[in-house]
């Protein structure tokens, strides 16, 4: 069975800081790998996903993510969030040819005006 | 917009009084998933109908039930309502090619479910 770990549970930093959040997976297969933010009081919304090609995959609002295969990693970044990146972000693996998610435990970003 | 609905937003019902939350979908996708999301938790997947055949998941209490009368339309069903089933309810949709995978869920808001 599949497993995601996300490392940091509440992360807060100042408007402009840079963000990392860790994300690892456990599963000997291909699988697809995504980030879904959830504002306040909004629903789950796709980031970024990867499904093969370049591991380095560019999503919306400057987000960007690695997959390092030989980690079982798939880290997402921004080099200078902003007071409206405050959201709870989730990272989700499925297999490649399934189509059920699982979903890590999610990480709470804080960003201080 | 495409969307997928969600109704109620929030929904209150009696211990043990069965209640019935509403999914539907304008994608038209054909898989479409219930989740469970307790505070400060990961989205727990239910159970999904790809196309009309429904698939639970091995953990799923028998107290939840769900029928998909049609592509657009998702219901999940909890028969008998516990304290233990306050959560927020999500559902999904998606589209499953076969030989090509899954492409990304799209959420609605959700339903938040308070037991009295």
């Known amino acids: 069975a599949q497993s995601v770990s996300q490392h940091n549970h509440h992360v807060i930093l100042s408007e402009a800081a840079s963000l990392e959040l860790g994300c690892n997976y456990s599963y000997g297969g291909t699988v697809n790998l995504f980030w879904y933010v959830q504002y306040p009081g909004q629903h789950l919304q796709l980031l970024l996903k990867y499904f093969s090609g370049d591991p380095l995959v560019k999503g919306i609002k400057g987000f960007e993510a690695e997959f390092i295969k030989s980690k079982f990693s798939f880290n997402l970044r921004k080099p200078s969030v902003q007071w409206s990146d405050t959201a709870e972000y989730f990272c989700a693996v499925s297999e490649a040819a399934g189509n059920k998610l699982t979903f890590g435990g999610g990480t709470r970003v804080l960003v201080k005006p | 917009d495409a969307m997928v609905i969600q109704n109620p937003r929030y929904q209150v019902t009696q211990f043990g009084k069965p209640v019935t939350l509403s999914c539907s979908q304008t994608?038209?996708?054909?898989?479409m998933y219930w989740y469970q999301q307790k505070s400060s938790q990961a989205p727990k997947l239910l159970f999904h109908?790809?196309?009309?055949?429904?698939?639970n998941e091995a953990d799923t209490p028998d107290n939840f039930q769900s029928r998909r009368p049609n592509t657009s339309f998702c219901f999940l069903d909890i028969r008998s309502p516990g304290l233990g089933d306050a959560a927020m309810y999500l559902c999904a949709t998606s589209t499953l090619t076969p030989g090509m995978g899954n492409q990304p869920q799209h959420f609605g808001d959700g339903t938040r479910l308070s037991i009295l």
């Open positions: 109908y790809y196309d009309k055949d429904f698939n």
């Open positions: 994608l038209n996708h054909n898989v």
